[in-house]
């Protein structure tokens, strides 16, 4: 059974947990990532989906807010808001699709897709990733840094929202994962930062939590941000 079909009965579950977390029938959850900001992120996979397919759930202090999937190139297939409930797919023949090998293998790689939400907003996004050269050590992971500058148009053209900053890469996992940003808040570039902190692997204390430790009694900044790019652990 796919991950999709079990949401519904995932969200509803997800209270009664007591704090750990617990992916839909047929799913693995495989890392758990605390980070700066207040913020936990539990990687599953489903032995429905496509090989090389990952889900993210996300939760905060309230719990969980944000579920996406990406595949192996790293694109947004999927991604669900939890308040209010919106679901978001990648619309079919991006213009430039996302494409980690290439980022890897070059050190660059520039993207071009529009997304669609239940609701019928859509948006356009294009921007890029790049390899800075330099790597990091966190909680003993090694981690490549890049760079990256994005926008977010309504089909009008409007600019809805856009960032710049760098964000880490881990090659094994073929991943994303956030870093220092500043953010478009309609006015001025506002900085944020939701690097991680420590990666917990299966049989490791704190696997599977799904309450935030870091910066959780910090004040957070309200901006417009979708939380598919904020994390742009790509989405």
Not at 133 to 162: F, H, P, S, W
Not at 200 to 223: H, R
């Amino acid at each position: 059974m796919k991950a999709v079909l079990s949401i519904s009965l995932f969200c509803l579950a997800t209270p009664a947990l007591a704090g750990s977390f617990t992916p839909p029938a047929g799913c693995t959850t495989t890392l758990t990532v605390q980070s700066r900001g207040c913020y936990v992120a539990n990687y599953y996979t489903c032995s429905g989906d496509t090989a090389g397919d990952q889900w993210r759930a996300d939760f905060d202090q309230e719990g969980m807010f944000y579920l996406s999937k990406i595949d192996f190139e790293t694109q947004w297939i999927e991604s669900y808001d939890m308040n209010p409930k919106t679901k978001q797919t990648l619309d079919p023949n991006p213009a430039d699709p996302a494409n980690f090998s290439g980022l890897l293998s070059t050190g660059r790689d520039d993207f071009e897709f529009g997304l669609t939400k239940d609701n019928g907003e859509h948006t356009n996004v294009k921007g890029y990733d790049q390899l800075t050269g330099k790597t990091v050590t966190i909680d003993g992971v090694t981690l490549q840094q890049t760079q990256y500058d994005y926008v977010e148009t309504d089909d009008a053209g409007n600019e809805l929202r856009k960032a710049h900053g760098n964000e880490y890469v881990s090659a094994e996992w073929r991943n994303f994962f956030s870093g220092p940003s500043e953010w478009w808040n309609g006015t001025e570039f506002v900085p944020m930062d939701s690097s991680p902190m420590q990666f917990i692997l299966p049989g490791e204390k704190g696997f599977a939590v799904t309450q935030p430790l870091f910066e959780c009694d910090a004040v957070m900044s309200s901006l417009p941000l979708s939380p598919e790019i904020a994390h742009h652990d790509h989405l």
